[in-house]
């Protein structure tokens, strides 16, 4: 059974960077793919990022040119470098695994079938 455990969160100043982590334990490498959402009070789930087993990624609009994902497959670790952050990036960020085969973005929170327990990023203006 895989535990996700997410990290990196925490309060940084518009224009800021952050880097979150997210630690698969007993992840196996496979064909899936992995990916970020986040959920801001109120609002509904949204996929953010996602990268396949090959290495190929793909953003939702609202981050793409500020945010990079990434994978450490030796060590099964996803990583989301956050750049350029803006007030409305402001929500609790999860981790997702067992995503089908390039998932788009925005169908992550629906179609990963793993989640962590998330980490709070706040963006303050």
């Known amino acids: 059974q895989v535990q996700l455990v997410e990290s990196g969160g925490g309060s940084v100043q518009a224009g800021g960077s952050l880097r979150l982590s997210c630690a698969a334990f007993g992840y196996t490498y496979s064909s899936h793919s992995m990916g970020w959402f986040r959920q801001a009070p109120g609002k509904e789930r949204e996929g953010i990022a996602v990268?396949?087993?090959?290495?190929?990624?793909n953003y939702a609009d609202s981050v793409k040119g500020r945010f990079t994902i990434s994978q450490d497959n030796a060590k099964i670790t996803l990583y989301l470098q956050m750049n350029s952050l803006k007030p409305e990036d402001t929500a609790v960020y999860y981790c997702?695994?067992?995503?089908?085969?390039?998932?788009?973005?925005?169908?992550?929170?629906?179609?990963?079938?793993?989640w962590g327990q998330g980490t709070q990023v706040t963006v303050s203006s």
């Open positions: 990268i396949d087993s090959v290495g190929t990624t």
């Open positions: 997702a695994a067992f995503c089908p085969w390039r998932v788009r973005p925005s169908r992550i929170p629906a179609e990963c079938t793993s």
